[in-house]
């Protein structure tokens, strides 16, 4: 969120001037970024969303806004338009702190957003990076281990109340999956939170699937009568995703209007009615018909 934020007010090619709130005090992982100091946003958002340094998330605040508080209002605010009503923001780099809270749901309305930021995309899928933003030039390292894996991102965390947590997309096998794992147990190698996250996809890839249901030129009704049959088929196919454990029939739903609905577990498909082609032709005569039932009576 901070770095979308970030975003709003500013392009990747420009240069800010690095600060901080007065008596800030790095906490948690840093690079250690030199006050007073031109930096590409792109860069900085490098050290924020690859490196995951702490402090790269004060210095994008201080450059959108005059003071933390005024960022934060942003953050929550765009917060309430994502629809993430169970989310509240106390510090824009994540940690623990009172009143500082999402959910698994929040989060994936925020990861959708993160998807159509190309940009944050861009950087997120990155290995590694060169800045010389500490007075040296050094190689800084992306602190997800799954991008050899095809996990092109999005975001690692670790706190001691959220534990670690990871956001990941992956786009391999025609498919794209987000996965989110939150308060997995701190492994010795720190990598319980990559395990889960195979674990989900695994879980995905295996469970969900595009079902065809209906191909090309399937039947799908026949009109009948003493002379013909004619049969009216589909003009299209019909897949759904699906959870594939949950497969049932095709079933008639209504008919309304020249329009026929037919439904398949919670999804509905609607064809619509031609005009027959075939009509009967009934010839007589009036006068005819009634002598004949006269003489009947």
Known sequence: MTALVLLDYYNFNDYVITKYPENY???????YIPENTEISVQ????LLLIYSANDAAYVSALTVSENVDKFLLLMNNKAKAFGMKDTNFMNPDGIDQENHYT??????KLSLKIMDKKEIISIVSKS?????????EKIYSTTNLL????????????TDKAGLTFIGLNQNNKREILTIVNKSKVDEKKYS???????????????????????????????????TNEIVRSQEDWSEFINRNNIS??????????FITLSFNEYKKT?????????????????KLFNLNANQN
């Open 249 to 258: 029939r095709v079933k008639f739903d209504n008919y309304i209007n020249k």
């Open 103 to 108: 959910t698994l749901n929040d989060l994936l």
């Open 43 to 46: 860069n900085l958002l490098e």
């Open 193 to 227: 939170h990559f395990s889960d996250t195979k674990l989900l996809y695994k879980t995905s890839i295996e469970t969900y699937n595009t079902y065809q249901i209906l191909s090309k030129n399937s039947v799908i009704y026949n009109i009948r009568n003493s002379n």
């Open 147 to 158: 991008l050899k894996d095809g996990y092109i991102g999005i975001k690692t965390g670790w």
């Open 128 to 136: 590694n990076f060169v800045s010389n933003i500490s007075g040296t």
């Open 271 to 287: 064809f619509q009615i031609t005009e027959n082609k075939n009509y009967v032709t009934w010839n007589f005569n009036p006068l």
């Open 25 to 31: 005090e790095y906490q948690g992982k840093v690079a």
